[in-house]
């Protein structure tokens, strides 16, 4: 099994605290949606899940708009940050720049970003209207996501690197993605993707699609309590 919360990248990150001013209000929606995944385990850290690493992580975008593919900024939660009971400017990291085919994120921040940090740019790339992404664990949607017809990436496909870039791409280019804007991603265990015009476009698909598949479990067992 693929370690989790491994950086795949080449990282250029220069430390130091982000502006409240600039940058507070963008963390703090950024910091209400990830409460709110806490508390139904999409984001978390448990020691029976993935090794005990931390899993899960938001981000959100920040000016200029749309701005060039490869430098659409955004402000995402730091590595290894999933478990931490609350979160704060100083926990998020701000992506400056990212280079896919290079495998290279340039950032700033207190904290180094997120190892889906390169995902969450391949999201952005598809459309400047994309404002949030939604990095979720959630077991529940990933086993069912065949019969939820997700777009789903290559089973051999690991995070964080550039051939889940280029995934996200064909899945963009190959079918209703940018419609439904929801993926699996099958070589990362119970890893799913939702993003949108804002952090509540993008809760509000994941949130959706929690419930469709908590109905398939009603359908299979007459209940939903586990």
């Known amino acids: ?20 001013r600039r940058f507070g209000a963008v963390a703090a929606g950024l910091a209400g949606w990830r409460t709110v995944l806490a508390g139904l385990g999409l984001v978390g850290q448990d020691p029976k899940r993935y090794g005990g690493a931390g899993y899960g992580n938001v981000s959100a ?9 490869g430098a659409r900024p955004f402000l995402i939660s730091g590595t290894q ?28 921040g207190a904290i180094r970003p997120s190892s889906e940090s390169m995902t969450h ?8 209207h994309i404002r949030c992404v939604l990095h979720a664990h959630c077991p529940v949607i990933w086993r069912r996501r065949k019969a939820l017809r997700l777009p789903c ?5 690991d995070y964080g690197t550039p051939e889940m870039a280029s995934e996200i791409d064909r899945l963009a280019r190959g079918t209703a993605l940018l419609d439904a804007p929801l993926l699996a991603m099958s070589g990362h265990e119970d890893g799913v ?10 809760g509000a698909i994941l949130m959706a699609t929690l ?15 586990r």
Request: glycine content about 14%; some cysteine; charged content about 25%.
């Open 121 to 128: 740019g391949a999201v952005y790339d598809l459309g400047g």
């Open 193 to 202: 993707v939702a993003f949108g015009r804002s952090g509540d476009e993008a």
């Open 61 to 69: 975008r920040v000016g200029p708009f749309p701005g060039p593919r």
């Open 81 to 108: 940050t999933g478990g931490w009971p609350c979160a704060e400017l100083a926990d998020f990291a701000l992506v400056e720049r990212y280079d896919i085919a290079g495998n290279r994120v340039v950032s700033r």
């Open 1 to 20: 099994m693929v370690e989790e919360g491994v950086t795949r990248f080449a990282a250029a990150h220069a430390d130091g605290p982000l502006s409240a």
């Open 153 to 157: 990436t290559a089973d051999g496909v």
């Open 211 to 225: 419930a469709r598949a908590e109905a398939m479990v009603f359908e299979e067992r007459g209940r939903v309590c």
